[in-house]
């Protein structure tokens, strides 16, 4: 596993791993899966793998955080949501928690959180942690790790090394919504 740390503006951004298709990055204690592309079961399989081996060393455990940028917003296929269901089926020890941060508005950004809430329905996980914004995410994310420094700002912030430590375009202020 490759990592790169980027420390900006107080937000240190460790990527674990990279491709055309996703960004695995951990901040805090936040594991975030961020599309580049369109959701794949490779992609879910494997940031599971990432997360079991990173939270092996974190004491009070972990979240993972499921970002969606507006542009890639669609509904997964049968494969992803099979993987989705698979991933969400097998908890973990170290896992506080899991939420999806959907960067999109809309019809599309309706469609895709009536999938996910219908696939937390039927793994039977009743938790609905589909968030709009990143203020959201945030506030999900300090109250699930106990993190008082966890905010909307500093989860941008992390969101947006990530992109540019992996070589990816960073998301503008127009599709990350802060508050």
């Not at 508005?105 to 959180?113: I, L, P």
């Amino acid at each position: 596993m490759r990592s790169m740390t980027a420390l900006s503006s107080s937000v240190s951004v460790d990527v674990l791993t990279h491709t055309d298709k996703y960004i695995i990055a951990t901040w805090r204690r936040l594991v975030m899966l961020i599309w580049n592309g369109e959701a794949n079961a490779e992609g879910v399989e494997h940031s599971r793998t990432v997360f079991e081996e990173w939270a092996k060393d974190q004491a009070r455990g972990a979240a993972l955080l499921i970002v969606v940028p507006a542009r890639h917003a669609n509904p997964p296929d049968e494969n992803t949501r099979q993987a989705m269901r698979q991933t969400a089926g097998v908890p973990s020890t170290k896992l506080k928690g899991m939420g999806t941060f959907i960067q999109a508005e809309g019809f599309v950004a309706a469609t895709v959180r009536s999938v996910i809430m219908r696939l937390n329905v039927l793994t039977g996980d009743g938790a609905q942690n589909l968030f709009e914004t990143a203020s959201k995410a945030a506030e999900w994310a300090a109250k699930v790790l106990d993190d008082s420094e966890i905010s909307g700002a500093k989860l941008t912030n992390a969101i947006r090394t990530a992109h540019e430590r992996a070589g990816v375009v960073p998301i503008t202020n127009s599709t990350v919504r802060s508050a």
